[in-house]
């Protein structure tokens, strides 16, 4: 199932990740691809601080892995931005399974994990109209199917 959702300016994209918020259970991975400034960052605040996170969440590039737990949040999450992985075979050595255990993973650049992306994964492509506005198309698993659209 592919579905379309559309984010006209920040605030919708913060909202989307706060549906997500809602939404989201210990073992899920949402993958959010899209260019450089397409929107991944903000729309996983958005989730992080519906989950419960005070302040911004600072982008996690320069980490790869920046993982949140309670009391921070709500449910343990671990942020992921596979930007600057070039082959999918490194990313092996993050251990992104051991956070799937009682938590969640949202991971920027998915496709940078090739086919070892989970086959449950939610995944979201961002892409900026000619307006700016933002589409997301997501690609919607067995896993998600009734907990989409998200709002
Ligand atoms: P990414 O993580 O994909 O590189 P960021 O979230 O860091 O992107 O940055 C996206 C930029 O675009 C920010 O300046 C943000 O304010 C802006 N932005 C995010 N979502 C939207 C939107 N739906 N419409 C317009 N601008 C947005
Ligand atoms: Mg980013």
Redesign the pocket.
Known sequence: MADTLF????S??HAIGAALAARIRPGDVIGLS?G???????LTRGLLSALGLAGEAP?PSFAIVQPYDPPLVRMPVAHVDLYRIDEPEDVEELGLDEYLEDGALVI?WPGRMGNRIWPDALLLD?AVEPD???RLTATVPFAWRDRWPPL
């Open positions: 984010a006209p300016d920040e919708a994209m899209g450089l400034g397409a929107g991944k960052t903000t982008s920027e961002i700016g506005a933002r």
